[in-house]
């Protein structure tokens, strides 16, 4: 079964740079949602899209934006990175709650490691 | 979201059941408990959800306490590569709601 693509795998980036990580979720799923999992910490919500909507927001700097697209895909811009930025990124997908009204599996990606230098 | 509570970490023998207990005493009556594990590096991956019924699939149990506040997750016959942390996540089961990770159970599973 075809699962979320994440990409790039691994990125390498230098201090104020920008970067923009994709995500593709699993066929007809309308909702995606972004992860920032620190070294040695636990996944962080920074935020979801349902049907090219914003519909949640967590932790996420306002050096970071991302939107989702007509084909459902995501992406997360990153600009001016910081050390601190250094993380495992990962995109999960799902169906949203008109599609889904008594289900939310939410399915992950493998993640992008970004390291910043 | 409720909060859950889990041990830090967990030794399971090869082979042996691999008991993961999880309390979340603030769990409103509409939430459902659901299990995902985390194996190192990769995606965090769907276990098991249940609301007040235990549940059971192809990799685990769920026992949830009759009063809700409490469920414990059952590998019946840990591998190797069951060594994974494990989250304990209270949530709306309507799609498009977030999942928030509390820290988890480093479970250790050796041979």
């Known amino acids: 079964a075809a699962g979320v693509i994440q990409s790039p795998r691994h990125l390498i980036k230098e201090k104020r740079e920008t970067a923009t990580l994709k995500c593709y979720p699993i066929?007809?799923?309308?909702?995606v949602y972004w992860y920032q999992q620190g070294p040695g910490q636990d996944p962080q919500f920074l935020i979801s899209?349902?049907?090219?909507?914003?519909?949640d927001k967590g932790s996420i700097p306002d050096r970071f934006s991302a939107q989702q697209f007509s084909d459902y895909h995501s992406e997360l811009n990153m600009s001016s990175l910081e050390l601190g930025d250094s993380a495992l990124y990962f995109c999960?997908?799902?169906?949203?709650?008109?599609?889904?009204?008594?289900?939310?599996?939410?399915?992950f990606g493998p993640g992008t490691r970004l390291t910043v230098l | 979201d409720a909060k859950t509570t889990q041990p830090t970490s967990m030794d399971c023998a090869e082979g042996r059941a691999a008991n993961l207990p999880c309390n979340h005493s603030?769990?409103?009556?509409?939430?459902?408990v659901y299990w995902y594990r985390q194996i190192h590096s990769q995606g965090p991956q769907y276990i098991i959800h249940?609301?007040?019924n235990n549940e059971t699939n192809e990799m685990a149990s769920l026992i949830i306490t009759e009063d809700r506040k409490s469920s414990t997750l059952i590998l019946p016959h840990a591998t190797l590569r069951d060594t994974a942390v494990y989250y304990c996540?209270?949530?709306?089961?309507?799609?498009?709601?977030?999942?928030?990770f509390g820290a988890g159970t480093r479970l250790f599973v050796k041979a």
């Open positions: 999960a997908s799902s169906l949203g709650r008109v599609r889904a009204p008594r289900y939310n599996e939410q399915f």
């Open positions: 066929p007809r799923h309308d909702t």
């Open positions: 899209f349902y049907e090219k909507m914003q519909s």
């Open positions: 603030t769990i409103s009556g509409n939430e459902y």
């Open positions: 249940g609301l007040k």
């Open positions: 996540i209270v949530r709306l089961n309507t799609g498009g709601f977030k999942t928030i």
